[in-house]
């Protein structure tokens, strides 16, 4: 499954919440360290979710003090990296969604 397949649906649940798509990028960007143009490129070439985990720059060093419930299961206890980090990108657009402030769902 590639990026750019569920990426239009993080866009649409945080817009169906009066959100933007300039702060779903944001998350991701914070998530992952890509640039406003890597993160574009991703999505052009439609990389698989491997691969964007994969390629990403800087993977935040604080993205493991997301933790919580998604889709019924902890975060925090995942044990496939991938997985994992899919859904710390799930949580944090969730977090999004729900009204929460940028800085807290960016744990600044």
Not at 35 to 46: C, D, M, N, Y
Not at 80 to 85: A, G, I, N, S
Request: proline share 4%; glycine share 6%; with cysteine.
């Amino acid at each position: 499954m590639s990026f750019a397949s569920v990426y239009p649906h993080y866009v649409a649940k945080a817009e169906k919440k009066g959100r933007s798509s300039a702060e779903v990028d944001e998350i991701i960007r914070w998530l992952t360290g890509y640039s406003e143009e890597g993160l574009a490129a991703e999505l052009a070439k439609k990389t698989s979710f491997e691969d964007f985990f994969d390629r990403a720059p800087c993977l935040n060093p604080s993205r493991t003090s997301i933790t919580g419930l998604i889709c019924g299961v902890r975060v925090e206890d995942i044990e496939d990296p991938l997985m994992k980090e899919i859904r710390y990108l799930d949580k944090l657009i969730d977090e999004l969604a729900k009204g929460k402030a940028t800085a807290k769902i960016l744990r600044k």
